[in-house]
T-cell receptor, first 114, second 112 residues
Framework: ETGVTQTPRHLVMGMTNKKSLKCEQH?????MYWYKQSAKKPLELMFV???????ENNSVPSRFSPECPNSSHLFLHLHTLQPEDSALYLC?????????????FGPGTRLTVL | RKEVEQDPGPFNVPEGATVAFNCTYS??????FFWYRQDCRKEPKLLMS???SGNEDGRFTAQLNRASQYISLLIRDSKLSDSATYLC?????????????FGKGTKLSVIP
């Protein structure tokens, strides 16, 4: 079983709501990631944290706000989202950001914005 | 040119068939290569890394051609359980770290 858990698994929200996605890894990894997977598109990297410090933000709109309080937990805070933000949001972790390191994915949160 | 390009399929093959997937990447500085598998409505999971000399894991063989910037995955003796989407993943060095880029995936359906 995956050592990366995500909650909630499904979320439906209106455009004016504020919600948060949670990710927890039990693998002792130092790097964590948020990805977005939309239908018929490749996985898009959104944010990268290494040792709790954000090292990459791939031009993600400010309505997505990540938080990494410690090396085991990662949050994605959502506010005033758009219907086109509906997608599967995947969290992943890896030992560190060195080449060749496998990324372990959580089961994802399937988000629908109405 | 897309960074990582794959034939989306679907590939519909009978049990026992051999099937090959191809992937091309645009950045010649890319250093590490992987095949991930994603089952329907599930998360991606690492299938195998791809090494320069080619590597095999049971029924699965991965090849890398750096000159052509091309990666392949061969599945022999297909099983029903092989039905999934296969993602080609390329890791490229950036400013002080590495960037993973995913292809859209190739969908495989193995038919009884």
């Amino acid at each position: 079983e995956t050592g990366v858990t995500q909650t909630p698994r499904h979320l439906v929200m209106g455009m004016t709501n504020k919600k948060s996605l949670k990710c927890e890894q039990h693998l002792g990894h130092n790097a964590m990631y948020w990805y977005k997977q939309s239908a018929k598109k490749p996985l898009e990297l959104m944010f990268v944290y290494s040792l709790e410090e954000r090292v990459e933000n791939n031009s993600v709109p400010s309505r997505f706000s990540p938080e990494c309080p410690n090396s085991s937990h990662l949050f994605l805070h959502l506010h005033t989202l758009q219907p086109e933000d509906s997608a599967l949001y995947l969290c992943a972790s890896s030992q560190d950001r060195q080449a060749g390191n496998e990324q372990f994915f959580g089961p994802g949160t399937r988000l629908t914005v109405l | 040119r897309k960074e990582v390009e794959q034939d989306p399929g679907p590939f519909n093959v009978p049990e026992g068939a051999t099937v090959a997937f191809n992937c091309t990447y645009s950045n010649s500085a890319s250093q590490s290569f992987f095949w991930y598998r994603q089952d329907c409505r599930k998360e991606p999971k690492l299938l195998m890394s791809v090494y320069s000399s080619g590597n095999e894991d049971g029924r699965f063989t991965a090849q890398l051609n750096r000159a052509s910037q091309y990666i392949s995955l061969l599945i022999r003796d297909s099983k029903l359980s092989d039905s999934a989407t296969y993602l080609c993943v390329v890791m490229t060095p950036g400013a002080g770290s590495y960037q993973l880029t995913f292809g859209k995936g190739t969908k495989l359906s193995v038919i009884p």
